[in-house]
């Protein structure tokens, strides 16, 4: 009997301790971000942060190490990979940086945290924070067009222009 009372108030205290550290993640504020839907494609307008040297070498969330030097962004919305155009607000700089790391912790209201490198093509190393606006790079595959050098023979029913009316076309051009 007493095993069993023991067992039950184990399992009630773990119960309200389960609670109690969800509610707790649950009230964490999500970040100020304010979708701008322009031309059709979503851009954000929202805070971004910095990170440099004390994350230098750390593994990031795509599995490589960290590099303050290149020009690299951190958040939780967008995928890995994605290329971004990000614009200071305060002073129209902007810079292209890849998504390669997951950040910044959701309680901090920021979008974004840029890498040292994009912050100070960004202008805003001294004050630690600006206002951003984020919009992706479309990228697409380039493909080589393909030419043939060879001439190729007039359908069958043109005739050839006299060359006299050949130079005054020409001209006119």
């Known amino acids: 009997m007493q095993t069993k009372l023991r067992m039950a108030g184990l399992l009630f205290l773990t119960f309200v301790a389960g609670l109690l550290w969800t509610t707790a993640l649950a009230a964490a504020p999500k970040p100020k971000i304010k979708q701008v839907i322009f031309g059709g494609k979503p851009q954000f307008v929202g805070i971004a942060s910095w990170y440099g040297q004390q994350h230098q070498g750390l593994k990031m969330a795509n599995g490589k190490p960290f590099d303050r030097r290149k020009l690299t962004a951190a958040a939780w919305n967008l995928p890995l990979g994605t290329v971004l155009r990000v614009v200071n607000l305060k002073n129209g700089k902007s810079v292209v940086v890849t998504l390669t790391d997951r950040g910044p912790h959701p309680r901090l209201n920021r979008v974004l945290d840029l890498s040292e490198a994009a912050a100070e093509k960004l202008g805003y190393l001294k004050e630690g924070l600006t206002s951003v606006f984020i919009s992706r790079v479309p990228t697409g595959r380039l493909e080589s067009a393909k030419i ?15 060359a006299a009316e050949k130079a005054v076309v020409t001209a006119s051009l």
């Open 148 to 162: 043939n050098a060879q001439l190729t023979e007039p359908p069958a029913g043109v005739e050839e222009q006299p």
